[in-house]
């Protein structure tokens, strides 16, 4: 099984803010999902194979990465983009990281 | 437009067994598999298996083999999970989620709460 590693466990920003949250895979995978979650919501699909933006996500998100390696970046925080952000990798059995909790300053 | 309705909050006992349900609409059941992923308060996210409704084939994370039984009723569009033997671990939020045309989960319904409680 793959266990995903998200840095960091919970993080403030302020509006404007750049923001990355890593994900680190225990082994190479193909690509990496990201979901949002908000309190009392079911998750949301973000950012699909790595960096394919999912439907109506603004375009000041972003996702890179390869390998074990992988990162969710939003260029100028806004405060609806408060929420909590679980990477997902797509060998078997599928697994998720423990989670981003990203904070308003 | 899809959507996964699922079903509503369940209180078991310890021992007994809970079945959850999921109704999908807006898309053929029998063309996407079905899977479901449980959150233990304040906790993250964890695969438990899926369901081909067409076939219904079965595939489980080693961990829920004994305690997740996944069925689908095609008639209605219903995706099922039981859980059985509950114990204060069970006690959390399982959301049924669809694997679309792209290999990711692309929807979500809107989760159900169990709580183990005697």
């Known amino acids: 099984e793959i266990v995903l590693t998200q840095s960091p466990t919970t993080m403030t920003a302020s509006p404007g803010e750049k923001v990355t949250i890593t994900c680190r895979a225990s082994?190479?995978?193909?690509?990496m999902h990201w979901y949002q979650q908000k309190p009392g919501a079911s998750p949301k699909p973000w950012i699909y194979?790595?960096?394919k933006l999912a439907s109506g996500v603004p375009d000041r998100f972003s996702g890179s990465g390869s390998g074990t390696s992988y990162s969710l970046t939003i260029n100028n925080m806004e405060a609806e983009d408060a929420a909590t952000y679980y990477c997902?990798?797509?060998?078997?059995?599928?697994?998720f990281g423990a989670g981003t909790k990203l904070e308003l300053k | 437009e899809v959507q996964l309705q699922q079903s509503g909050p369940e209180v078991g006992r310890p021992g007994s067994s809970v079945k959850i349900s999921c109704k999908a609409s807006?898309?053929?059941?029998?063309?996407?598999?079905m899977n479901w992923v449980k959150q233990s308060p304040g906790q993250g996210l964890e695969w438990i298996g899926w369901?081909?409704?067409?076939?219904?084939?079965?595939d489980y994370a080693e961990k829920f083999k004994k305690k997740a039984t996944l069925t689908a009723d095609t008639s209605s569009n219903t995706a099922y999970i039981q859980l059985s033997s509950l114990t204060s671990e069970d006690t959390a939020t399982y959301f049924c989620?669809?694997?679309?045309?792209?290999?990711?989960?692309?929807?979500w319904g809107q989760g159900v709460m169990v709580t183990v409680s005697s």
């Open positions: 997902q990798q797509w060998n078997y059995p599928y697994t």
């Open positions: 369901i081909d409704p067409e076939y219904g084939s079965t």
């Open positions: 082994s190479s995978v193909s690509y």
């Open positions: 989620a669809r694997i679309g045309g792209e290999p990711y989960f692309d929807y």
């Open positions: 194979e790595t960096s």
């Open positions: 807006g898309y053929t059941f029998t063309d996407y598999v």
